[in-house]
């Protein structure tokens, strides 16, 4: 078991470019999870997968964000005409989903670093 | 909503001093209440945990008690070390509606001198 990954850890763009970043989580792990970590600030929540469903969604998930989990494995997160704003950490979780969701440990990987210039 | 309140930072200690981080939340119903912390350059790792009211969560010498009548929970450590040195996240996991969504504090800075 190697832990979440995340990929690429760092990205520079330029304004108004897409984005992609790309999660895998723990293997046997059915939930999967998207934060945003600005500087100086604790993580906030942005969507969440039970398996491919995307359950839940942050109203801070704006329309040029979208994500994706087509096999229930992998998740990708897409930022489309990126803004100065979305400068930030983008973290990844994961999660057994078991159905007493309320105590579970959401495990973490080691984030992806957005710059946009 | 459901919010977390941690103590303002940054916290510098010398080695071996006693550590205390508040945190306190508001939150409906019985939320499950979590420390991560977080190194330079990585994630974010699970400290410790705590489901229920009067439950202690401890590891690595850190012990924090959840205590809803004062909707609490603070993170203590009798003898902190410089590898100790890192943000530390207080969070809180709600149901109903909330399911699975974690909710933090802002993180409070600790720097353990020798």
């Known amino acids: 078991d190697t832990g979440v990954s995340q990929d690429p850890r760092h990205k520079i763009t330029k304004r108004g470019q897409n984005v992609t970043f790309r999660c895998d989580p723990i293997?046997?792990?059915?939930?999967l999870y998207w934060y945003r970590q600005t500087l100086g600030q604790g993580p906030e929540f942005l969507t969440y997968?039970?398996?491919?469903?995307?359950?839940?969604k942050s109203r801070l998930l704006s329309d040029r964000f979208s994500a994706e989990r087509p096999k229930g494995s992998f998740s990708t997160l897409e930022i489309q005409r990126t803004e100065q704003g979305d400068s930030a950490m983008y973290l990844c979780?994961?999660?057994?989903?078991?159905?007493?969701?309320?105590?579970?440990?959401?495990?973490f990987g080691p984030g992806t670093r957005l710059l946009v210039l | 909503g459901n919010s977390v309140t941690q103590m303002e930072g940054p916290v510098t200690l010398s080695e071996e001093a006693f550590l205390t981080i508040n945190c306190t939340y508001t939150?409906?119903?019985?939320?499950?209440l979590f420390w991560y912390v977080q190194y330079p350059g990585e994630g974010l790792q699970l400290l410790l945990k705590a489901t229920k009211a009067d439950d202690k969560g401890s590891n690595k010498g850190f012990e924090a008690t959840y205590r809803k009548e004062t909707t609490s929970f603070h993170l203590e450590k009798g003898s902190v070390q410089v590898s100790d040195s890192a943000v530390y996240f207080c969070?809180?996991?709600?149901?109903?509606?909330?399911?699975?969504?974690?909710?933090f504090g802002q993180g409070t800075i600790l720097t353990v001198h020798p």
């Open positions: 997968f039970q398996n491919e469903a995307q359950l839940e």
């Open positions: 969070a809180l996991l709600a149901g109903g509606t909330s399911y699975g969504k974690l909710t």
């Open positions: 293997s046997e792990h059915n939930r």
């Open positions: 939150a409906t119903g019985y939320p499950s």
């Open positions: 979780a994961s999660s057994l989903g078991l159905a007493g969701g309320r105590e579970e440990t959401q495990y």
